[in-house]
Nanobody, 119 residues
């Protein structure tokens, strides 16, 4: 399974961006999908996660501003980011928890996409 992320960029504070991450390859099922970010000098943190059934969870810092969604038919997860703040700056990576054809759980990561929010 490969994950291809897109949609990062440079935006002013208060602006919006939409990230996409498409999964390709063969698997029995794609379970939870999520977005993580890593700011310079900081550890990677969970931003938002969505289950195959549509249940979501968010980091407290982004609640009310970010929305995660997924299109199961396209095996794609989205992160709509609004009211962006400079502290949202970082490399955003998508993750997928997959049940492989071997019926075992596997975790896959996409390449990071840079999000820079200027003040």
């Amino acid at each position: 399974v490969q994950l291809q992320a897109s949609g990062g960029g440079l935006v002013q504070a208060g602006g919006s961006l939409r990230l996409s991450c498409a999964a390709s390859g063969i698997a029995f099922s794609i379970n939870a999908m999520g977005w993580y970010r890593q700011a310079p000098g900081k550890q990677r943190e969970l931003v938002a996660i969505i289950t195959s059934g549509g249940s979501t969870d968010y980091a407290d810092s982004v609640k009310g501003r970010f929305t995660i969604s997924r299109d199961n038919a396209k095996s794609t997860v989205y992160l709509q980011m609004t009211s962006l703040k400079p502290e949202d700056t970082g490399v955003y990576s998508c993750n997928a928890e997959v049940t492989g054809l071997d019926r075992l759980g596997h975790a896959y990561w996409g390449q990071g996409t840079q999000v820079t929010v200027s003040s």
